[in-house]
């Protein structure tokens, strides 16, 4: 079964740092680019960070030099992180995983991170 769980969102102070999960289940993601996305309120979700199966990686440039996207490579699971450093308020926004380009079949229910003090 193919699905992608997000995990590790929560509510942090500006300037702090959060670690984001998602497992995506299925041989579908072991040779995918993944991606992780974000949605604020009223805004159109965009590309944050993606990441190779050879560990390329590629950064908005409003998070390059406090986000850092890596993965991990399992035979039928590839867990997928995103460490997030110095967090700002307008990080604020569910952040959800998928490929690279995003399939409409792979959202999931995304993980809530609100950078507020």
């Known amino acids: 079964q193919v699905q992608l769980v ?14 984001l999960s998602c497992a995506a289940s299925g041989s579908t ?4 680019i993944m991606g992780w996305y974000r949605q604020a309120p009223g805004k159109q979700r965009e590309l944050v960070a993606s990441i ?5 990686t590629n950064y908005a440039d409003s ?5 850092t996207i890596s993965r991990d490579n399992a035979k039928d699971t590839v867990t997928v ?3 997030m450093n110095s967090l ?6 569910v952040y959800y995983c998928n ?13 809530q991170v609100t950078v507020s003090s």
Do not use: N
């Open 63 to 67: 998070v390059k030099g406090r986000f």
């Open 81 to 83: 992180y995103l460490q």
């Open 88 to 93: 700002k308020p307008d990080d604020t926004a």
């Open 52 to 56: 190779t199966r050879g560990l390329g």
């Open 99 to 111: 490929t690279f380009p995003s399939r409409d079949r792979f959202w999931g229910q995304g993980t």
């Open 29 to 32: 993601f072991s040779t995918a």
């Open 6 to 19: 997000e995990s590790g969102g929560g509510l942090v102070q500006p300037g702090g740092s959060l670690r």
